[in-house]
């Protein structure tokens, strides 16, 4: 009898310190596909869709695609998204006469308007609705924030081991084969969980340099040997979120409950608190950033300059000026920017078209705190509608819909502005409005890590700006932390 496995996937990763909540026009604007529009988005994509829908087609399982809705990271879900999500995939379930497993492609980081948890609950009323002998399979993002209810309503959850993310099909991969395992009677997964008593650690989970991720990895790697462990995950977790179970964890997946599981992740948690303090990346203050653009950069071998502050990847606004500013004001020549969000002046370019020159008011629309908008007259280079794919090793092959885009020239630099928030992972995110970021001395990016992906291999140097204002900044101790569990580092500890 052919198996039926449903394969949805609701991601989002919550910076509860965002202004902007996570509507259902944020989300229908990133992604929102249903039933077979999820193989037309992602079939042959780096994802952990494709790799759940090739794994279907392996093992001979009848795939039930229920949903795939994904949104940038900013504040709360509305129960109206979630309630939407969990009532179609609990529908399909319905639908397809029951199913055999159930795939998921989540993030870990949700936080709804009506819950704290909201993978906790997704889960939780799966489990309800398909009883304890269907095996739920769930990939998740390395920033999670693992809590007792995702381990508890979960039969196997196993998350990135790179940042940038650019293992998502190889770890869903994972989550498929142990699903398939599951389902054939050779094993019977069990998923715990143990949280660091942090808000932000190993490295923020940064594989591109050695330091606490790779070597927290290397120990996951030693206990996934052992006897009865079926697979063992490091996650960074999300700190910018004030919620009780913000923060790293470590989590294993056995055959069976076992007594030495406990110990295990003890051993793990330990060493992501022995290592919190060790960063294999340093900030600096935006005119630091700018003299080395000024000496080191030139054209061909550009100085990437990363937004660390205002990541949206993180939930930042994505329109904080302050960096552009200082670019300006220090006439940084063969320089450009993407993607700043300014859906007003990329219509305004819009209207007025390519050649023309016009007054924008630029960025600092969200909150002013983070600074003005910065008044300049602009000329108008480049016009897109802002789609194109992702040739980069992070997500190759997804579609990017940035809304309408443009490019303008302010003295001597180049901005992208653009109708959506989105993290510069792929140098797409240039060309799409006609430059060319290879050509360039500097380049900025509103990223804190993603971007290494696509920018390291053509980057003379890179520094990382992490001042200005953003709710992703890592000075954790200016934030308003009411419901986080307590004491926790770096809050209430060295
Ligand atoms: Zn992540």
Known sequence: MTRRVLIAGFKHETNTFSRLPTDMAAYKSRAWYLGDEIAKAYAGTNTELAAFMEGAKRYGWQPVLSISADATPSGRVTSEVFEAVSHQILGDIDRAGGVDAVLLNLHGAMVCAHTDDGEGELLARIRAKVGPGVPIGASLDLH???????????????????????????????????????????????????????????????TTAPGPMTEALALADAIEKRPGVLAVSINAGFGWADIADAGPSAVIVTDGARAETKAQLTELTDFIWQTRNRRTVETVRVADAIAVAQRKGRPGSPVVIADYADNPGGGGYTDSPSLLRAMLAAGLTDAAMSALYDPESAAACHRAGIGASLPLAIGGKIDPAFGAPIEAEATVIGLSDGRFKIEGPMMRGVAVDMGPSAAVRIGSVEVVLASRRYQNYDLGFFRCCGIEPRKKAVIAVKSMQHFRAAYAPIAGEIVVVDEGGGVTSADFKKLPFHRVRRPIWPLDMD
């Open 144 to 206: 999670a924030n693992v809590t007792d209810a995702m381990a508890a309503n979960a039969d196997v959850l196993v998350s990135y081991c790179t940042y940038p993310h650019v293992d998502m099909h190889e770890i869903a991969t994972r989550v498929v084969d142990l699903i398939h395992r599951a389902l054939e009677g050779k094993c019977k997964p069990v998923t715990s969980v143990a949280r660091a008593r942090m808000l932000v650690g190993v490295d923020e989970g940064r």
